[in-house]
């Protein structure tokens, strides 16, 4: 089989450095990081330094991943040989009985670590991680929470207990830890998201209202952020559906809050945009999007030619003659497959589908959310 | 109950789904193309979420677009399907009991698959899934005699092939689709791959090899 150099035309050099990427990173691209650190190793090793044990210990953690336990063997052998007696290479001997299932013998190393340095809270998370694999959530999450007591920064642990949560349905716990890391990390818009997501979970008018401000705040960090964008636009209308007197006004303003979801679709889906006669199935509908198209209609960003979509249209197809463009808003013979959220008898739904064209172009996206300011909570 | 009928597209998608995310639960949809009525036949899936499968929001979307989908290309949603990221655990979890009673709901016979990540192995004998079937509100283990998959040794045979060539990176579920929209969560490439791959002339190819 062709070595990875040779395939991608690269040097050890690169290699190297693509490994240290992802080991920054935390990548965990195990295949790739087995097929890349093996070949250094074999090949290169000499050249490589003092680097070669991090690469040891990046490769074997792979290893394991990937069920090469002589891969694993070789990289552990050479740590122990290089560094007897060090905590680090008996965790990583630890991890290896975990990967052969030998749970015991591996708490029983742990164990031995921790009487040695009871601080020690790599050997602490792997013991946790041994009752997580065991399928024991509830002890899991009780020994987390007690690690969590002593190490109250640790928001790798934070985000661990609250997928725990999250996967047991203990959505208000899960909330709490969520809540722990956007306080420490007020500029992630992950957390936010995330947060938001347990909120709409747990439901109820408040709960919707939180959720739809932590999505806003979400967008307002990251406004490329879809779960976001998604999830802004189904707790606004959970919210419209929930209050008293749906209106006309409340249709109009969802569908308003909708429009920046399609324009996101519009700018990313250049590929869309064929000429009728080559992508289209009998209906005229575009086979990828969903969205019925109608040709020689104005286009979203008519008179708007440096906006990026039209560039990215453009560019691709060389000029717009014969490309048609997506019809904002819903048109005679079809609906937006994004938009239908019409369930049974549901007036606001069925407002949604059948607005009118918005003859203004939509709102950018910042101003959609400023709007929203007022509502948004400091975190 | 009825019978149930698993189609060589379905599994492929539904066992390459389980092996691009080993380290995660993941889940999706079983479509199926033929009428109402009689034995359920699973024509294709759409995988859906590897992340936070017991969190709404993307569940829902992802159930709204497609139940709309299905209706512009007449499919129904008859089942769901979830391969556990515990290995040795592969029983229902309460998200996947309600998700199945919602599609229930809408259709009978809907079926319950759960992908049994122990089994999962290139040279298995039997497909590594578990089906239950609602019967009285509740979710009961469905009479193997009663589930078909038509070809299972080309079946397999096109799954590991997919695997070996890394081809299974190809696959974009739901979770997939929202951090990058321009993928296409449809998956019609892989689609036309598998379709390739099970033309009757590659089958042929395959079972001279086995026979070997």
């Keep these: 089989m062709a070595s990875v150099s040779e395939m991608y035309d690269v040097t050890w050099e690169e290699m190297r450095d693509k490994l240290r990427k992802w080991r920054e990173d935390n990548h965990r691209n195990s295949e790739q990081i087995v097929d890349v650190g093996e070949e250094l190793i074999n090949e290169h090793a000499s050249k490589l330094g003092d680097d070669i044990w991090i690469i040891y210990e990046q490769v074997m953690i792979a290893a394991l991943d990937c069920s090469r336990d002589d891969l694993a063997w070789t990289c552990l052998q050479e740590l122990k040989r290089q560094f007897p007696g060090s905590q680090r290479v008996k965790r990583l001997a630890g991890m290896r009985l975990e990967a052969l299932e030998k749970y015991e013998d591996a708490s029983k190393q742990y164990d031995s670590i921790l009487q040695d340095d009871p601080t020690n809270t790599a050997a602490r998370k792997r013991k946790i991680s041994i009752l997580k694999a065991q399928g024991k959530s509830a002890e899991a999450i009780r020994e987390l929470n007690e690690y969590l007591e002593q190490f109250v920064g640790d928001q790798e642990a934070w985000h661990e207990l609250s997928e725990l949560y999250i996967n047991e349905h203990d959505y208000g716990k899960a909330a709490f830890c969520l809540e722990e890391l956007m306080m420490t990390n007020p500029h992630n818009h992950l957390y936010c998201e995330q947060y938001a997501e347990v909120k709409y979970t747990q439901g109820g008018l408040e709960n919707l209202e939180l959720s739809r401000k932590y999505f806003a705040q979400a967008l307002k960090l990251n406004n490329r952020n879809m779960r976001a964008l998604f999830g802004l636009y189904m707790a606004c209308y959970c919210l419209c559906v929930a209050t008293i007197e749906p209106s006309f006004q409340k249709g109009q303003v969802n569908a308003w809050k909708s429009l920046p979801l399609q324009g996101l679709y519009f700018v990313s889906k250049p590929h869309c945009c064929q ?38 249209l453009r560019e691709g197809r060389g000029g717009d003659a014969g490309v048609h463009h997506h019809v904002l808003g819903p048109t005679p013979n079809s609906y937006t497959p994004l938009f239908y959220m019409a369930q049974q008898g549901s007036s606001v739904g069925s407002m949604l589908c059948n607005l009118p064209l918005q003859t203004r172009p939509p709102p950018p996206l910042p101003l959609l959310l400023d709007d929203l300011k007022q509502d948004c909570s400091p975190i | 109950m009825g019978e149930v009928e698993l189609s060589c597209l379905a599994y492929v998608k539904m066992y390459l789904h389980g092996c691009l995310f080993p380290r995660c639960s993941v889940n999706g949809l079983l479509l199926s193309s033929s009428p109402a009525g009689g034995a359920v036949c699973v024509t294709d899936c759409v995988p859906l979420l590897h992340s936070h499968l017991p969190l709404a929001p993307i569940t829902q979307l992802g159930l709204t677009q497609v139940d709309v989908w299905c209706a512009q290309t007449q499919q129904r949603i008859v089942g769901y399907y979830q391969a556990n990221a515990c290995v040795s655990d592969n029983s229902p979890t309460p998200c996947a009991l309600k998700i199945a009673d919602k599609i229930a709901e809408q259709c009978n016979n809907a079926v319950l698959l759960m992908i049994d990540g122990g089994k999962m192995s290139p040279d298995y004998r039997v497909p590594p899934i578990v089906m239950y ?10 009479d193997k005699h009663t589930i078909m998959l038509r070809q299972w040794e080309e079946t397999r045979e096109i799954a590991n092939q997919l695997l070996d060539s890394g081809d299974h990176s190809l696959l974009v579920d739901f979770d997939s689709h929202l951090d990058d929209i321009t993928r296409d969560w449809t998956n019609q490439k892989l689609n036309a791959k598998i379709a390739e791959l099970a033309s009757p002339a590659n089958v042929c190819t395959w079972m001279s090899r086995v026979e070997k």
Aim: proline share 4%; net charge positive.
């Design chain 1, 275 to 312: 000429p009728q006669s080559e992508r289209h199935g009998e209906k005229g509908q575009c086979e990828v999007c969903y969205l019925g198209h109608q040709s020689n209609q104005p286009s979203l960003s008519a008179g708007r030619s440096r906006d990026k979509g039209e560039q990215m």
């Design chain 2, 133 to 142: 079937e609602r019967k009285d509100t509740r979710w009961t283990l469905k």
